[in-house]
């Protein structure tokens, strides 16, 4: 197996893919965009990527990616990251005046770095400023990247453990062509829009609040397909299955309208198919729109527990318990 990641030898990605797959060949890639290329393309068989850091926050980078289309988030890991401080041999930390490393690192020492004085020099990967210090060798430059890049590049650690966050942990998606398959209970990734207007985002957040499903991340990105629109990726921590009468998972098709299995959605252009807790099907709509949930574009279903269906309201009206704070 062969696995993607961004970075130089003996970045932290290469170790959160160890973690991940286990001993498997690696392909370094220059930029993220490059891992998401070399999947698509069959030159790897998986790619790892981080999306969010506890310090640092969101890899936005990587969210806006995974909404390019074509690819299925197939498993995550979180890893530790311990930063040290790392230079040539010979060198101590009195003469040191820059440290480089890259930005998100650099931004998890920022407490060390503002105490020890240093130049903060960004750059583009953690093992790659490790890497760049071995070859040119400065006596007043050191680089922020893990114990194991110092082992791969013959480098010094003048301090170790320097992130200013003891919890710093990153978070990792891995990503391939074919969906993981299905555990339980689920996490699902999702992107969804809706049109601007009061409570649009409240009714659409309730269609997964009445099922139990936990919004574990929401948070709002640009849209490049509308100037100053905007979409959500979210994530989503689903409740176990329970069996119904006839052994189907009870709310099934509702998981799969939202989602399920990790799929990544082709474009909030397309908007969510979603079936509320209330047994009506509606849509969370691309921005612009006619209707926040419109009920009845698939089965309009009844209540749980009777029989028969509602009626379909007529396009453009009102959703039955608007006014209520239902869906």
Known sequence: MNVAFRGERGAYSEEAVRRLFGDVEVLPCAR???????????????????????H????????????????????????RIRHCLLAPRGV???SIR????????????????????????????????????????????????????????????LAESIETNRNNFTRFVSIGLRPA?????????????TE??????????????????????????????????????????GPPRRRGRRGRPEGARSRERAGDGARLLPGVDEGLNLTCGCGRTGDV???????????????????PGRRGARAPRPAGATPRGADRGSC
């Open 181 to 193: 398959a299905r555990r339980d209970p689920s996490k699902t990734s999702i992107v969804l829009g």
């Open 196 to 237: 601007n207007r009061p409570g649009a985002l409240c009714r659409a957040l309730g269609v997964f609040a009445r099922r139990s499903i936990n919004v574990t991340k929401l948070e709002s990105r640009p849209s490049r397909r509308v100037p100053w629109g905007a979409h959500l990726p979210s994530r989503l921590r």
């Open 285 to 303: 709509p691309a921005p612009g729109a006619p209707n926040g949930l419109r009920p009845g574009r698939a089965r309009a279903m009844g209540r």
């Open 56 to 79: 640092a926050g969101s890899v936005v980078d990587n969210h806006d990616l995974l909404q390019s289309g074509g690819l299925c988030v197939t498993g995550e890991v979180e890893l």
């Open 98 to 157: 820059r440290v480089r490393s890259h930005p998100q690192a650099l931004a998890q020492c920022d407490e060390f770095i503002r105490q020890q004085k240093l130049e903060a020099v960004a750059d583009y990967d953690t093992a790659g400023s490790a890497k760049l210090v071995a070859e040119r060798k400065p006596t007043d430059e050191a680089s922020i990247a893990s114990a194991g890049a110092a082992a791969i590049y013959g480098l010094e650690v």
């Open 32 to 54: 993220f965009a490059d891992v998401f290329e070399a999947v698509r393309e069959r030159r790897a068989d998986a790619g790892l990527v981080p999306v969010e850091n506890s």
């Open 92 to 94: 101590g930390l009195a």
